[in-house]
């Protein structure tokens, strides 16, 4: 799995990418990634790669010349994102369909600044736009990185124990995830519940999915509705 990353900041890659079994994956080349500086596509010297809007209004947006020149730099864009609110929320389901087949894919992360991109470029690069969550960041780095983590921790061989390392997750079982529990069995005065300590498979799933299902009835109502 490779990602090309389309920024002016490019010292905020790898960032987070680098640490844990996503940067040991990175360190092994189970992924890689190549940062693209908008900038080297600059139309003067000043480094200016965003203009003001036609129409008025406030905020600047990036040049389509600017920003085409860099995605013709590369070889082999394969898909295109472009992290905008106006894009459907990433998703689970959404993330695995991205890293399925991960070791032929090629992805393509254009990382916006200011009010956003010009509108013909997304036309004209037939590129997916790709909402994090409803709310504004100051640019798309983070949200690629969000996006980069979250697929390639299911590519194969980058968590340890295989598939069941992810099966159990928040979202993988159609909600969230059951209330989890470590040594020492009891701490500050509060104790492991007791059905976990017992050793009776059959009861301790039908506890975790008893807890799952109102954990999520009462935070995210709105899985429920998904099944």
Same mark, same amino acid.
């Given at each position: @799995?490779?990602?090309?990353?389309?920024?002016?900041?490019? *010292?905020?890659?790898?960032?987070?990418?680098?640490?844990?079994? +996503?940067?040991?994956?990175?360190?092994?080349?189970?992924?890689?990634?190549?940062?693209?500086?908008?900038?080297?596509?600059?139309? &003067? &010297?000043? /480094?200016?790669?965003?203009?003001?809007?036609?129409?008025?209004? =406030?905020? @600047?947006? @990036?040049?389509?010349? =600017?920003?085409?020149?860099?995605?013709?730099?590369?070889? &082999?864009?394969?898909?295109?994102?472009?992290?905008?609110?106006? /894009?459907?929320?990433?998703?689970?389901? @959404?993330?695995?369909?991205?890293?399925?087949?991960? *070791?032929?894919?090629?992805?393509?992360?254009?990382?916006?600044?200011?009010?956003?991109?010009?509108?013909?470029?997304?036309?004209?690069?037939?590129?997916? *736009?790709?909402?994090?969550? %409803?709310?504004?960041?100051?640019?798309?780095?983070?949200?690629?990185?969000?996006? +980069? %983590?979250?697929?390639?921790?299911?590519? %194969?061989?980058?968590?340890?124990?295989? =598939?069941?390392?992810?099966?159990?997750?928040?979202?993988?079982?159609? /909600?969230? *995830?059951?209330?989890?529990?470590?040594?020492?069995?009891?701490?500050?005065?509060?104790?492991?519940?007791? =059905?976990?300590?017992?050793?009776?498979?059959?009861?301790?799933?039908?506890?975790?999915?008893?807890?799952?299902?109102?954990?999520?009835?009462?935070?995210?109502?709105?899985?429920?509705?998904?099944?």
């Amino acid at each position: @799995m490779h990602f090309n990353i389309l920024t002016i900041f490019p *010292e905020m890659f790898p960032g987070t990418l680098a640490g844990g079994v +996503v940067g040991r994956a990175l360190d092994r080349g189970v992924w890689s990634y190549k940062v693209i500086n908008i900038r080297d596509f600059a139309i &003067n &010297n000043y /480094g200016s790669v965003d203009d003001e809007q036609f129409g008025g209004g =406030v905020g @600047m947006v @990036m040049r389509p010349d =600017v920003l085409g020149a860099a995605l013709d730099s590369i070889e &082999n864009p394969g898909q295109i994102i472009y992290f905008s609110p106006r /894009g459907p929320t990433l998703t689970q389901k @959404m993330v695995r369909n991205f890293a399925e087949n991960s *070791e032929n894919k090629t992805f393509t992360l254009l990382c916006g600044r200011y009010e956003g991109i010009d509108q013909r470029v997304i036309d004209m690069y037939n590129i997916m *736009e790709l909402s994090i969550g %409803d709310y504004i960041l100051s640019g798309g780095e983070i949200a690629a990185q969000v996006f +980069v %983590d979250s697929a390639v921790r299911l590519v %194969d061989n980058v968590l340890g124990g295989g =598939v069941d390392a992810t099966a159990n997750e928040s979202f993988e079982i159609g /909600g969230l *995830e059951w209330p989890l529990y470590t040594r020492p069995s009891v701490w500050r005065g509060q104790s492991v519940p007791e =059905v976990l300590l017992s050793g009776h498979h059959g009861n301790i799933e039908r506890w975790r999915k008893e807890q799952s299902d109102a954990i999520t009835k009462e935070r995210r109502p709105d899985l429920l509705k998904e099944k």
